[in-house]
């Protein structure tokens, strides 16, 4: 059962990763993806992220996503906390972690995780720039087809 | 078949578009599905219209779980309306 966090306030990796491996041996590779808010976007400064959900949707949509990772790979533990808000450049986004015995599954799982979040989490990205303007982010097709590698 | 109540939820561009995230409106009864619904709300009004004009990709979940045009609408229902998502 993974643990699933959909938060505004920051996350800590290092308590995160040792509450996964606390009192156990099983574990040999701890997979870990962190998204982190960028500082530029298309050659144009950003000045915050505000990230939009749906709050009743968002943490069983997440759920459902691990539980799919869970499926395909002997996963040990999983955690993902998606945080949401207005966030400033170089501000941390989303932590994936799946540990498993081998390292092979566990990165394997992480890349399966975030590929699934980026396609199948109700979240909307809002880009507000520094010259004043504002752009909801649109869907990108490259995240679609890093999505669909998984399927089948 | 008389009207019957929707739980309406709108994200993201919709939400600015339509000026609300979210209402709870009595639809007709000859209203059965999700593109049904999406057609009629389309026509309520310039913010329904510039939301949901052709061509804009707009994605839906019904009580929580995506759904597509096809899904029957039940009295009662959450129906959200959002762009594609783009979280991670």
């Known amino acids: 059962m993974a643990r699933v966090k959909v938060q505004e306030a920051p996350f800590d990796i290092a308590a995160e990763t040792a509450a996964l491996l606390a009192g156990r041996q099983d574990i040999g590779g701890l997979g870990c993806f962190l998204g982190v808010v960028r500082g530029t976007v298309g050659g144009r400064a950003l000045r915050a992220m505000t990230l939009e959900h749906y709050p009743a949707m968002t943490e ?3 759920a ?10 002997d996963l040990l533990g999983c955690t993902v906390i998606h945080r949401t808000g207005r966030l400033a450049p170089g501000e941390p986004i989303v932590l ?3 540990a498993a015995s081998h390292r092979t599954a566990a990165l394997a799982a992480t890349s399966f995780l975030i590929d699934w979040l980026k396609t199948r989490a109700p979240f909307w990205k809002k880009e507000s720039y520094a010259d004043g303007g504002e752009a909801w982010v649109e869907a990108h097709a490259a995240d679609d087809a890093a999505a669909a590698r998984w399927e089948g | 078949m008389s009207g019957y109540p929707l739980h309406l939820l ?7 578009r339509i000026g609300a995230g979210g209402e709870t409106i009595a639809v007709p009864g000859e209203i059965a599905t999700l593109g049904e619904l999406r057609d009629w709300l389309s026509q309520r009004g310039p913010g329904y219209a510039s939301a949901f004009a052709a061509g804009k990709t707009v994605r839906a979940a019904v009580n929580q779980v995506f759904a597509t045009p096809e899904t029957v609408l039940h009295p009662g229902d959450e129906v959200a309306f959002f762009p594609p998502v783009t979280g991670g």
């Open chain 1, 64 to 73: 459902a996503i691990a539980a799919e990772a869970e499926r395909r790979w």
């Open chain 1, 96 to 98: 994936v972690l799946a």
């Open chain 2, 10 to 16: 709108y994200f993201a561009w919709l939400r600015e």
């Open chain 1, 60 to 62: 069983a949509a997440i």
